[in-house]
């Protein structure tokens, strides 16, 4: 959030509390989880903005053209949270990562701003990059909460994911996550505004991947966290991508001298 310009540090902050609202309500089940789902549901549709989500979204979105899709479709993926929907195939998990994580890069990439017309794809594929990795770190504190996020053709195959029993699960799974990643970081360089935001949470984000593999893939139970010295470590290295396109490369280069 530091490294964004000041307006958009606020904004980004406030997209943030918004949607953590949300989820939050959903992970803890709240009594009225559903019904604030669906408030934001129905004014991504189209209806008056009635509820403080909404109504925060709405200011949002007067000054970001930030994708009412998008935001509807992070509510189907908090409503199959809250209907505890069984993810069933290799399909349904990459639509659960879309819905939840994917949707997230797309209205960054609105925020953000972008002049390129496959920026709000790519930016899609490394929110799902990120929800992918989430699964992959939490599956034990999922568990420890009812939820089993692994589809179920998943651990047919290579058996449920018991901690010391998930080595040929995750790098199953890891090479899958780190595809989007590919994908998804070449969004940065066509961004507007965030470049080195963006690239060094994706880089973070993909570290935990490799601090998997670097603890066994899942040998001890619990979520890995990356050592603080790693962290600094990429944080200091990190080099902002350039697109390879003229114009466009010179704009990004320029804004992320200025952030």
């Known amino acids: 959030m530091l490294l964004l310009p000041p307006r958009l540090q606020r904004d980004a902050r406030t997209l943030y509390k918004v949607l953590r609202t949300i989820d939050d309500l959903v992970d803890e089940q709240h009594t009225y989880a559903a019904q604030q789902v669906q408030a934001v549901a129905e004014w991504a549709e189209g209806r008056p903005a009635d509820t403080p989500e909404s109504q925060t979204l709405e200011r ?57 017309p496959d920026a709000e794809q790519k930016m899609e594929r490394l929110g799902v990059a990120m929800q992918w990795t989430n699964i992959l770190r939490d599956i034990d504190e999922d568990l420890a909460n009812g939820r089993v996020y692994i589809p179920r053709s998943v651990i047919e195959r290579f058996g449920f994911p018991y901690p010391g029993q998930r080595e040929q699960l995750l790098r199953d799974q890891i090479p899958q996550a780190d595809a989007c990643y590919v994908e998804g970081m070449t969004a940065i360089a066509l961004l507007e505004h965030g470049q080195r935001a963006i690239g060094i949470s994706g880089t973070l984000y993909r570290e935990i991947l490799r601090q998997i593999e670097r603890e066994g893939y899942g040998r001890k139970p619990g979520r890995v966290s990356i050592p603080i010295g790693r962290k600094q470590h990429l944080i200091a290295t990190y080099k902002t991508p350039v697109s390879a396109r003229g114009r466009l490369s010179t704009h990004v280069s320029r804004i992320d001298k200025g952030t």
């Open 60 to 116: 949002l979105c007067e000054r970001h053209p930030i994708s009412r899709a998008a935001v509807h479709g992070f509510c189907e993926g908090m409503q199959l949270d809250l209907e505890g929907t069984e993810i069933e195939t290799d399909a349904d998990f990459e639509r659960y990562c879309l819905l939840a994580g994917g949707t997230v890069g797309v209205m960054l990439c609105g925020l953000l701003g972008t002049r390129h």
